[in-house]
């Protein structure tokens, strides 16, 4: 089962939720913990971590042959993207790798094969062993910026060492672009989490907009919850979406945070909350 | 008129908080944009209603005619992103997945493919509450390229501000390193990076500044939320002496902030607010820096 932890704002508590429903969950159920929050990779910060492998990760781009190129302008023509350029007063064509989005067309249907794909690093995937669960992380690197590639190889390389029978939990980017559409498009169920402030419900009714476009299960998990301030409940009652629990704003909360630290057993009340994230994925998987 | 643009590597570290409290307090004239086109809030504390909007066009997506159509399944061979699906011998196209190449257009034999201008977004040019103009946007649901929308945002508020004579451009940039920061920062004369003192402030403000770095822009940073964690605040303090980057202010955690922001308010809009006077001191430090 795939569970993407998402949210429109930033800051919210993605990977707060994220790491410790991670470690909570362990200690009853297979957990593969993945942060696809690429640009900004934090949920390793939070986990003691032992060793692990790395891996490069590219992507395909045209890498240009003058030899055989004939100068037909066939790729200047067919590039959508303006990434490869013919220059004709200088016989030369330039490749933009940024701007490339890899649909080889350019490669393809040039007619003297002189723009052969070749591979372009994009980052790297770090995997951690942890005693209780593992964790795999998506790193871009610096200057590159095109994040949805990364994403999607980083779910791959998941699927690939970790069988469905596990609990696959994605810490996804924010927003309700691109990046996050790629991260939770092939989940079977979304945990939305916000906070009680305008800009939180703002941002949660955008990505309720982009759920519900793509016919995606999810719910609501409400941070920051303070009892006067009930605009998050009340939307989420009048468009009947399940709120699933509420994180109460705490002090002590940030500050273990800030140390990079788990929450859910340090502080008493949350514990249950977390065992009310972890029902609520139970009652899903089972299909109850 | 000078540029600056606010960015902040994570989210949530009061980016557009600090954004709005500076236009607010300070004395000279200001046009605003809001570049965090994914989750846009700026607008949320200064009264604006939406109006008719630009519309705004970027990239394309392909349709199958299906009247032309002869399922010969060239298309789904030659898209590399999976968008092209066959059921029941009939080949559709995802508007989620296509990335709006084209390739399957100009291979298609019968060419029934057509390739449609994708309405990304909206762009509004809008007056705030206290008079003053801001330009922000809305990305289509499920649109893309939410980097050339930040592009023309930042177009835009620059005639705006030429129009009004304004003497800064204040910018809410996105969170993040990708395309939407970089396009964000495109044109900068000074970048402001908001910060928190906890384990993920420092991891991501190290990766914001190296692409800040790269742009060659004069940078500045605040710490928020300072005393949450004093030993990370001075790890800060010593990365960025490292890197001869000033360290502008430090904003106390303090209940004033999301009292304020509760109720869609802008922090040091209150009377007796406590924080008003760091604001006005950042702003004046910075006028003086640019």
Known sequence: MKIAIASGKGGTGKTTVSVNLAAYMSSKYKIILTDLDVEEPNSSLFIDKENYDKTIISRMVPHWNKSTCISCGKCNEVCNFNAVIQIEALNEVVVFPKLCHSCFACSDLCPTLSLPMGRERVGLINHYYHKKFDLIEGVLDIGQEQAVPLIAQTIAYTDKHYSDDYIKIFDSPPGTSCPVIEAVKDSDLVLLVTEPTPFGLNDLKISVEVMRKLNQKFGVIVNRAESHLNLINDYCQIENIPLITELPQSRKIAELYSQGKLIYRAVSQVENEFEKISQFIEKVRSGK | ?290
């Open chain 2, 1 to 290: 008129m000078k540029e600056i643009v606010v960015v902040s590597g994570k989210g949530g570290t009061g980016k557009t908080s600090v954004t709005a409290s500076l236009a607010f307090l300070s004395s000279e004239a200001i046009t605003l944009a809001d570049c965090d086109v994914d989750a846009a809030n700026l607008h949320l504390l200064f009264g604006i209603e939406y109006d008719e909007g630009e519309e705004f066009y970027s990239g394309q997506l392909a349709e199958i005619d299906q009247n032309e159509c002869l399922n010969c399944g060239r298309c789904k061979t030659v898209c590399h992103f999976g968008a092209i699906t066959e059921t029941d011998g009939q080949h559709v196209i995802d508007q989620i997945d296509c990335e709006g190449c084209g390739y399957c257009a100009r291979i298609c034999p019968q060419a029934a493919i057509n390739m449609k201008d994708n309405m990304a977004g909206k762009i509004y040019d809008s007056t705030t509450r206290f008079n003053t103009s801001m330009v922000h946007a809305r990305l289509g649901i499920v649109a893309e390229n939410s980097g050339k929308l930040v592009a023309r945002v930042k177009e835009k508020a620059r005639e705006v501000a030429t129009r009004n004579n304004s003497d800064y451009v204040l910018v809410d940039g996105s969170p993040g390193i990708g395309c939407p920061v970089v396009s964000s920062l495109s044109g900068a004369d000074y970048v402001l990076i908001i910060t928190e003192p906890t384990v993920s402030g420092i991891h991501d403000l190290e990766r914001v500044y190296e692409v800040v770095k790269q742009f060659d822009l004069e940078t500045g940073v605040v710490i928020n939320k300072n005393d949450l964690n004093i030993s990370k605040s001075n790890e800060i303090k010593a990365y960025l002496q490292k890197n001869n980057v000033e360290l502008l202010a430090k904003l106390p955690w303090h209940r004033e902030f999301s009292e304020s922001l509760a109720q869609g308010k802008i922090v040091g809009e209150k009377k007796n607010s406590m924080l008003k006077p760091i604001f006005i001191e950042l702003w004046k430090k910075f006028k003086e820096l640019i």
